[in-house]
């Protein structure tokens, strides 16, 4: 990102002159083509008329001087195409206008001889019409296909789309964060404002079509690094429809895995139902129509908790609701209203490493998106767009309640992956809400033009206000303690009778126990806001040549309750495209795409500096007396500790000038041919780099600060946030993507995405520590190779395949059924050798130029960053639908999904626990921990770096050979599983 003021001084005044709404999230798709006579000439003033079922009226246009025609603004579905002219033959064709995208629909138009209305038939490769990358899914394909219907799983039919990310369940895109995709539902960004994931603002059922866009997204979208995931619900119709649907699952009906069996684990048999209905129709024809649906689910799944082993039956209770009005003003013109609610209540564990039934926590998570919308077609070339917008969400009870320090959560210290046990950690008296207001709108003109073709020109942009309030309180005690279980021979938590971990307390600096403070402000907020314009050119000079020029500009401040900056910078994008038809009939296309792309201002990074979120701390080591349990006085006795490490984002933390989000550049190279019966193959080059990344500098040039937190002050190192290319990312893949139609009833369909690099020194997310990494941080003591190495990141993934197929059979009066079958392979994924919590080396602490708080421990890194394997797999996934309509409106159906059909049980990762090899037995005490620490393999002459570092590692020790085992049941394929649903659509 360059601050180029003149620049966007400049655009920004070009697009004000020009009428600019502010836009984003498309709801609409678009039909272009091309009317010539039998000669070959182009066919101007031909009135071109669409209807389709889901369109109030019809609209139409006329064709331009060289043949050319546009209709903006037609919502997704199945469309009627009619050409007329005086004296030709009428002809007409149908065609399906996908969301978010362009179908194409042209005609030869033939003197007129007898009165006939000519019908074309046939369908067009609509994935090839633009140079962007993703994918278009509709209701019909989804609900075929054996896999559940949230946005993300959605998205992963996609190429580009990866799902190994440092935060599990989130999808990444085109190698970008994976807190950074643009999740929009009927134009509105759903994303969670913290983690990037979409909220639950859906309805399965009411889901009319999603497209995925994973590279070359033009200049209407903006605040993503990663890709655009957007979808549309229905909106009623001409007649009255809907569903009424029951989804099956029951623990039970999930194989075990050889974690699962090894322990004798039997799963809960309960049935868990989700309930759905929709229903759409008319108030008034073509002039108001409703939608509405409704789900509701109390579901049991049961969870293994990692390092015990311990079965946890999670409830949860979810309803949904959605309404939506659409008005027709006039055929041309059109107002949509829509309100959805998902309340939720769970039991469930707060992390991921919650190992013990004592951390388990019962949130509520209410949530609203109010949306009101215009769409108008002003004469023939113009098109109109304007729509508002309110999410709201919030974290409530989602944490402990009890303020006495023997309830306070503890987090391991050693333990690989981590745990947590004692006690809930967050703070349910500290609830926090995540919102956000949307203003959006657009302007879009056709202009055909004699000599330098035509012209499809949009203008628009947004203001998006990016809302969080609450402190984040970790604990209701107002402490969290660090220090490791006792553990058995195997690395096994070992329990009392009453099921909880027994706390060892470990006295000493090198920090194997210590206690956190937090200091939570509540009811801080920070507001940050992004007003967006952008301009974009869809032209085509001629049969053969079109061009896409775009560009975005961007405008970010900040309101806070601390009166700290954050932000206020400004940015211009480009997005442009070159695109090359050698016949000039739409058989083959070649397109090169430039684009850049700058990222979200996730709250998770932007509320480092304000007390919004983030709670300021005060920690230290255990001083002792050594001893174990949860009724060890001593280990709960904060004067036992010595609390010296502070920081707090208002003292010690700021933000550069002119600091913003990322930056990824990213070129294309693509070529695709069209096969018959609407079928496609398309091959992409596709290279993107991050430049410009977040990351926090700590280093002694920038001075020391006295921090007062808890009453107690403390000199600590000043921390600033700043944009470095220190940190790097880059990623280069091939994409293969195509579709065919075997027969009428069959297709095929899928995509092969193939990483040729995906590497980095900066992982940037893990558990939202975005900006984090070693980079920058206290440069004499921390290095490269040893504590920040690039290499494979997490999310590098060789090879990525999905193909699938769907089969429908016409069984007549019997019924009909649809079958289908979803094959994915997944290369091995890649991991680091790492050991956590290791002091400082003499070399290192020798090298100390005076920081006031110095790091007292490091994560060492053994070899290049993503430099081991797991194991690839594969999986086949089948559904059956069978429905017997009856009275000519009612469709009684029912579905078999069967997951992981071979049932599979590779392991697919494992425990990476290593031990480094100390010349001496105090320095592995210092490292383990007495109990390891005193048993570790010394070697007076193992090798050392220049760090004074050790080079070697053990796999095992006398006390744990746990390297390669499995620590929970997700350490493998999900196992086969049979899923069920019925329902009746009318």
């Known amino acids: 990102m360059k601050r180029w003021s003149l620049w966007s001084l400049a655009l920004a005044l070009a697009l004000a002159i020009s009428g600019a709404a502010f836009a984003q999230g498309i709801q609409f798709g678009t039909l272009v083509g091309n009317v010539t006579l039998s000669d070959g000439s182009a066919a101007a003033g031909v009135q071109v008329t669409v209807t389709s079922p889901s369109l109030q009226g019809e609209r139409n246009t006329v064709t331009q001087s060289n043949g050319d025609y546009i209709l903006r603004g037609l919502p997704p579905g199945d469309y009627t195409v009619s050409f007329t002219l005086q004296g030709l033959k009428p002809q007409q064709g149908q065609t399906t206008v996908p969301l978010g995208a362009t179908a194409r629909r042209d005609a030869r138009l033939e003197a007129e001889a007898v009165e006939e209305t000519i019908v074309v038939t046939g369908e067009s490769a609509s994935a090839l019409e633009t140079p962007a990358v993703g994918a278009n899914l509709t209701d019909k394909t989804v609900d075929a296909l054996p896999m559940t219907r949230d946005l993300d799983t959605i998205a992963r039919l996609s190429p580009g789309v990866t799902t190994n990310t440092p935060l599990g369940g989130q999808v990444a895109i085109s190698g970008g964060f994976a807190y950074d995709n643009l999740f929009l539902l009927n134009g509105v960004d759903i994303n969670d404002n913290v983690f990037g ?24 979208y903006g605040r993503f690094t990663g890709g655009v995931v957007n979808a549309v619900t229905k909106s009623g119709g001409n007649e009255f429809e809907g569903t009424l649907r029951t989804d099956l699952t029951n623990p039970s009906y999930r194989d075990e895995t050889p974690y699962e069996k090894a322990r004798g684990t039997k799963r809960l048999d309960k049935n868990n139902e989700v309930y759905s209905a929709t229903l759409g129709g008319y108030i008034l024809k073509d002039k108001l129509w409703f939608f509405t649906a409704g789900r509701y689910n109390e579901s049991t799944t049961t969870s293994t908790l990692v390092r015990t082993g311990i079965q946890f039956n999670r409830e949860r209770k979810d309803e949904r609701y959605e309404g939506k009005l659409t008005a027709n003003i006039s055929d041309a013109h059109s107002l949509q209203a829509s309100y959805i609610d998902n309340s939720t209540k769970a039991d469930q564990a707060p992390l991921t490493s919650a190992s013990t039934l004592d951390t388990i926590v019962h949130p509520e998570y209410p949530n609203t998106l109010a949306v009101g919308r215009y769409s108008g077609v002003i004469g023939t070339a113009a098109f109109v767009e304007a729509q508002y917008s309110e999410k709201k969400f919030q974290f409530k009870n989602a944490g402990g309640f009890s303020t006495d320090i023997h309830d306070s959560p503890f987090t391991c210290r050693t333990v690989s992956g981590g745990c ?23 302007v879009s003109y056709f202009l055909d033009t004699a000599s330098i073709g035509s012209h499809n020109l949009k203008v628009g942009g947004e203001r998006f206000d990016n ?11 107002g402490f969290t303690f660090a220090t490791d279980p006792l553990l058995d021979a195997q690395g096994n938590i070992i329990l009392d009778a009453g099921g909880h971990a027994i706390p060892v307390f470990t ?15 509540r009811g801080s907020k920070i507001t940050i806001r992004t007003d967006s314009l ?100 001593p280990g709960y006795d904060i004067n036992n500790y010595l609390l010296f490490i502070a920081g707090s984002p208002t003292q010690n933390v700021t933000f550069a000038n002119g600091i913003h989000t990322p930056v990824t550049a990213e070129y294309t190279l693509s070529g695709g041919v069209q096969l018959p019966k609407g079928g496609y193959l398309r091959l992409t080059y596709q290279n993107r780099e991050t430049n410009d990344l977040l990351e926090d500098f700590i280093n002694i040039s920038q001075g020391q600060v006295d921090v007062e937190v808890g009453g107690v002050t403390a000199t600590t190192d000043r921390k600033i946030y700043r944009n470095s290319n220190d940190s790097f990312r880059k990623y280069e893949a091939l994409l293969l993507q195509g579709r065919y139609r075997l027969t009428p009833n069959w297709s095929v369909e899928g995509n092969w995405s193939h990483q040729l690099k995906n590497e980095g020194n900066y992982e940037g997310e893990s558990g939202q520590t975005i900006g984090t990494s070693g980079v920058g941080d206290y440069p004499e003591i921390l290095h490269a190779a040893r504590n920040y190495p690039s290499g494979n990141l997490v999310q590098y993934e060789a090879d990525l395949i999905r193909v699938w197929t769907i089969y429908n059979l016409n069984l007549g009066r019997a019924g009909d059924i649809s079958a289908s079958l979803l094959g994915n392979y997944f290369s091995p994924l890649t991991y680091s050798h790492t050991r956590a919590s290791v002091p400082l080396s003499a070399v290192q602490l020798a090298a100390d130029p005076g920081y006031a708080q110095p790091p007292q421990t490091q994560t060492l890194y053994f070899g290049k960053r993503g430099s081991q394997e797991f194991n690839d797999y594969y999986t086949f996934d089948t559904a059956i639908t069978y429905s017997l309509p009856f009275l000519k409106r009612f469709e009684p159906w029912i579905k078999l999904d069967v997951r992981n059909l071979l049932n599979d049980d590779t392991q697919i990762a494992w425990d990476r626990t290593i031990f480094p090899v100390f010349r001496t037995r105090a320095e592995a005490i210092a490292a383990f921990g007495r109990r390891i620490g005193s048993v570790a393999r010394i070697d007076p002459n193992a090798p050392y770096d220049a760090f004074g570092l050790p080079t070697t590692f053990e796999r095992s020790t006398p006390l744990s050979n746990s390297y390669g085992q499995a620590r929970s049941a997700s350490d493998f394929v999900t196992p086969r599983e049979y899923r069920f649903s019925a329902g009746i659509r009318f």
Not at 467 to 477: F, L, M, V, W, Y
Not at 507 to 521: I, S
């Open 467 to 477: 809302i969080r309030t609450g402190g984040n309180s970790q604990s209701a005690t």
């Open 197 to 220: 994931s979409p909220d639950d603002l859906f309805i399965e059922d009411a889901i009319q079509e999603t497209q995925v866009l994973s590279s070359a997204v033009s200049a209407e």
């Open 420 to 442: 947590l046990y004692n006690g809930p950690y967050f703070d349910s008296t500290d609830p926090e809400d995540r919102n956000n207001k949307q203003f959006s709108g657009s």
């Open 534 to 633: 952008y301009v974009n050119d869809d032209w085509k000079l001629n049969e053969h040549w079109s061009l896409n020029l775009g560009a975005r500009y961007e405008k970010t401040s900040d309101e806070n309750t601390d009166n700290a900056h954050v932000v206020d910078v400004d940015a211009v994008t480009p997005r442009l495209a070159l695109s090359f038809d050698p016949r000039g009939d739409g058989k083959y296309r070649f397109d090169a795409t430039y684009a850049e792309y700058t990222g979200s201002y996730n709250l998770a990074l932007w509320t480092s500096a304000v007390n919004t979120g983030n709670p300021g701390y005060l920690y230290g080591p255990y001083l002792g007396p050594p001893g174990q349990g949860r009724d060890f006085a």
């Open 507 to 521: 006295p000493g600096f090198g920090f194997l126990t210590y206690a956190v403070f937090w200091d939570a402000k």
